[in-house]
């Protein structure tokens, strides 16, 4: 799992360089994070595994625990950032912001499946208050999600009963796609990304056309 440096300032390039090492910090404590375990992985281990001495990284995180919450920031506010451009799409149509979502939300959980797993397996080393704002981050997502169904049923083209409770079933079932899916396996990950996107659509009542609402009955 690497993960990009966040965007600054072109012109501020002091900000770039702090951003670029802790960045390259991150994404070596992510590795041993996954390979050993947080508890197993030492900063001595991180800094060796770029070529630098632990001062360099005291310099920028205060613990091991820092670098483990930061991580889950990185993430989750690159993912978000990701998948909300939906609703910045030039293209206002529903059903194309819908499958905009899902497309890249499956894409990115794939990509991520190694911070999915450190996810998994260290939140109990995480704060109270951290594994609160990680719920209040993944409510954010189901919130989307929702905003989502709601404006398609709006728009006559959804059939569901309950958004809030499908945006949940859509959540899961991508969210939890890290779990069994396998890069080398015979379904490629561009294949998963429109069997998935099958499946929510079929999961929203999408019949491939437009549901006009019924004419007022007329009063005699």
């Not at 404590?29 to 992985?41: I, N, Q, T, V, W």
């Not at 595994?49 to 625990?65: A, C, N, Q």
């Not at 189901?142 to 059939?159: H, K, M, P, S, Y």
Request: charged share 25%.
């Amino acid at each position: 799992m690497q993960l990009p440096p966040t965007d600054t300032n072109a012109g501020d390039a002091k900000n770039q360089i702090q951003e670029y090492k802790d960045t390259l910090i991150i994404n070596a404590a992510a590795e041993l994070f996954y390979k050993r375990g947080f508890k197993s992985a030492t900063l001595d281990e991180i800094a060796a595994s770029i070529g630098v001495t632990k001062p360099f990284i005291y310099k920028r995180f205060k613990s091991k625990h820092e670098l483990l919450e930061r991580l889950f920031d990185k993430v989750f506010a690159g993912l978000y950032e990701a998948v909300s451009q939906c609703e910045q799409l030039e293209d206002k149509d529903p059903v194309r912001r819908f499958e905009f979502f899902i497309d890249t939300y499956t894409r990115r959980k794939i990509e991520l499946s190694t911070f999915s797993v450190i996810l998994l397996e260290e939140e109990k080393s995480l704060s109270p208050e951290k594994i609160s704002d990680i719920r209040s981050k993944y409510h954010g997502f189901d919130a989307l999600v929702t905003r989502l169904i709601v404006n398609g049923v709006e728009a006559g083209v959804f059939q569901v009963g309950n958004p809030k409770v499908t945006a949940f079933a859509i959540s899961g079932m991508v969210q939890w796609t890290h779990r069994w899916y396998q890069p080398n396996g015979k379904l490629s990950i561009e294949a998963l990304c429109q069997e998935m996107t099958q499946m929510a659509l079929r999961l929203v009542g999408w019949t491939g056309q437009y549901v006009l609402p019924a004419p007022p009955v007329a009063q005699r």
